[in-house]
């Protein structure tokens, strides 16, 4: 049935159905040393006998790690009045076979998906702010055409957590047929971006704050929500909200002190601020190993540009055991970079904030203010 309809909304349109298109396979294969090998051509028609287009289904097989991943790629092709052939969109899937003959459980390891239209400016009234653009940056007009990729892929990382992201890609066709990319967005676990044509970010990326908890909330357990107001700024915990990336081992699974941690942190309507890293490690000295924290967080301006602004770190002896309570604190330090004007250092030391020749700062000269501890 999903097939079906794929292949109406492709050919036949939102208002058509399934007994408006018309179908003939005219062609299959396997090949005779691997089976899984295998293909099928189908032509479109609609009532009236003109073809729409085309179907390719194709499976194939290869293996990771000694296991066998079965492969399966749909797509189809329409063909206009001039006969000429414009790919349309199509699906992939790859599933863990388990090596056996009985596919009932083979596991999904990744899909995804994509479809091609094309629409005019005007009625793309979604589209994001900076992106069907000349390249003079100016607004195309509202008759010009555009086509529309869609699409999205799910994947499973070595840890089994699930991941999906969704994309939307414009493009603007020239007159001699070439495509000319404009621009699009992605958003990838809740998280969008958005682009130019030469695949610049374009302002902060943004998140559904419905999905995201406070800094105040018990699901935050990294004990720095004051740090984080100081560099991100806020009232209290209640104005930054935070996503987690799933933890991953640095090393392999048989280094479990390896991971790596990455918390992504918003305003109140959902504007990313930022990211805090979170590494853990550890290393022996005389026999005893010492487990390791490092924080670090990195700022995202209004054109999507990352800076550093601090961080922490903390060493622990470990005792050698597995419980952490009896852990001693060995030795820590913290540092943090903000920016400010020269009218705002009120309590700088007299004679820092000079030029060369020893006279003081305009009033506006921006002045970067680092301070740490150990």
Same mark, same amino acid.
Request: proline fraction near 2%; charge should be negative; glycine fraction near 10%.
């Given at each position: 049935?999903?097939?079906?309809?794929?292949?109406?909304?492709?050919?036949?349109?939102?208002?058509?159905?399934?007994?408006?298109?018309?179908?003939?396979?005219?062609?299959?294969?396997?090949?005779?040393?691997?089976?899984?090998?295998?293909?099928?051509?189908?032509?479109?028609?609609?009532?009236?006998?003109? &073809?729409?287009?085309?179907?390719?289904?194709?499976?194939?097989?290869?293996?990771?790690?000694?296991?066998?991943? @079965?492969?399966?790629?749909?797509?189809?092709?329409?063909?206009?009045?001039?006969?000429?052939?414009?790919?349309?969109?199509?699906?992939?899937?790859?599933?863990?076979?388990?090596?056996?003959?009985?596919?009932?459980?083979?596991?999904?390891?990744?899909?995804?998906?994509?479809?091609?239209?094309? &629409? +005019?400016?005007?009625?793309?009234?979604?589209?994001? *702010?900076?992106?069907?653009?000349? /390249?003079?940056?100016?607004? @195309?007009?509202?008759? +010009? *055409?555009?086509?529309?990729?869609?699409?999205?892929?799910?994947?499973?990382?070595?840890?089994?957590?699930?991941?999906?992201?969704?994309? +939307?890609?414009?493009?603007?066709?020239?007159?001699?047929?070439?495509?000319?990319?404009?621009?699009?967005?992605?958003?990838?676990?809740?998280?969008?971006?958005?682009?130019?044509?030469?695949?610049?970010?374009?302002?902060?990326?943004?998140?559904?704050?419905?999905?995201?908890?406070?800094?105040?909330?018990?699901?935050?357990?990294?004990?720095?929500?004051?740090?984080?107001? /100081?560099?991100?700024?806020?009232?209290?915990?209640?104005?930054?909200?935070?996503?987690?990336? *799933?933890?991953?081992? @640095?090393?392999?699974?048989?280094?479990?002190?390896?991971?790596? &941690?990455?918390?992504? @942190?918003?305003?109140?309507?959902?504007?990313?601020?930022?990211?805090?890293?979170?590494?853990?490690?550890?290393?022996?000295?005389?026999?005893?190993?010492?487990?390791?924290?490092?924080?670090?967080?990195?700022?995202?301006?209004?054109?999507?540009?990352?800076?550093?602004?601090?961080?922490?770190?903390?060493?622990?002896?470990?005792?050698?055991?597995?419980?952490?309570?009896?852990?001693?604190?060995?030795?820590?330090?913290?540092?943090?970079?903000?920016? &400010?004007?020269?009218?705002?250092?009120?309590?700088?030391?007299?004679?820092?904030?000079?030029?060369?020749?020893?006279?003081?700062?305009?009033?506006? +000269?921006?002045?970067?203010?680092?301070?740490?501890?150990?």
């Amino acid at each position: 049935m999903v097939m079906l309809q794929r292949c109406w909304r492709c050919f036949g349109g939102a208002d058509s159905t399934t007994s408006d298109i018309l179908f003939k396979v005219v062609n299959t294969w396997q090949d005779e040393n691997d089976p899984d090998q295998t293909g099928i051509d189908v032509s479109f028609f609609d009532a009236d006998g003109t &073809k729409l287009g085309g179907m390719h289904v194709n499976t194939g097989s290869w293996t990771d790690n000694g296991n066998k991943i @079965l492969s399966k790629n749909i797509g189809f092709n329409t063909v206009d009045a001039d006969g000429n052939w414009q790919h349309l969109g199509g699906s992939w899937e790859n599933y863990d076979s388990q090596n056996t003959d009985d596919t009932s459980d083979d596991v999904l390891r990744d899909s995804g998906s994509n479809s091609r239209v094309t &629409k +005019t400016v005007g009625q793309l009234t979604d589209a994001p *702010a900076g992106i069907l653009v000349d /390249s003079e940056g100016a607004d @195309l007009s509202a008759e +010009t *055409a555009v086509i529309v990729e869609t699409g999205s892929n799910t994947w499973t990382d070595p840890q089994g957590n699930e991941s999906t992201s969704l994309f +939307t890609r414009y493009f603007i066709k020239g007159a001699d047929n070439n495509q000319t990319f404009l621009g699009g967005q992605d958003t990838e676990n809740g998280i969008t971006r958005t682009y130019d044509g030469d695949w610049n970010q374009i302002g902060q990326p943004t998140a559904d704050i419905g999905s995201l908890e406070n800094i105040g909330d018990s699901t935050y357990t990294y004990g720095n929500a004051q740090a984080v107001l /100081s560099l991100f700024g806020g009232a209290d915990s209640t104005d930054i909200r935070h996503s987690v990336q *799933a933890c991953q081992y @640095l090393a392999g699974r048989e280094r479990s002190d390896q991971t790596r &941690k990455e918390i992504k @942190l918003f305003d109140a309507d959902g504007t990313q601020l930022g990211f805090m890293y979170v590494n853990t490690n550890s290393w022996t000295d005389n026999g005893n190993k010492i487990l390791s924290t490092n924080i670090g967080f990195d700022k995202v301006d209004a054109d999507g540009n990352r800076q550093w602004i601090g961080g922490s770190w903390e060493n622990y002896d470990s005792q050698n055991t597995d419980d952490t309570s009896d852990d001693v604190l060995r030795d820590r330090g913290s540092n943090s970079r903000v920016t &400010k004007t020269v009218s705002e250092l009120s309590d700088a030391p007299a004679g820092i904030l000079v030029d060369e020749a020893g006279n003081d700062l305009p009033a506006t +000269t921006e002045v970067v203010v680092e301070t740490g501890s150990n």
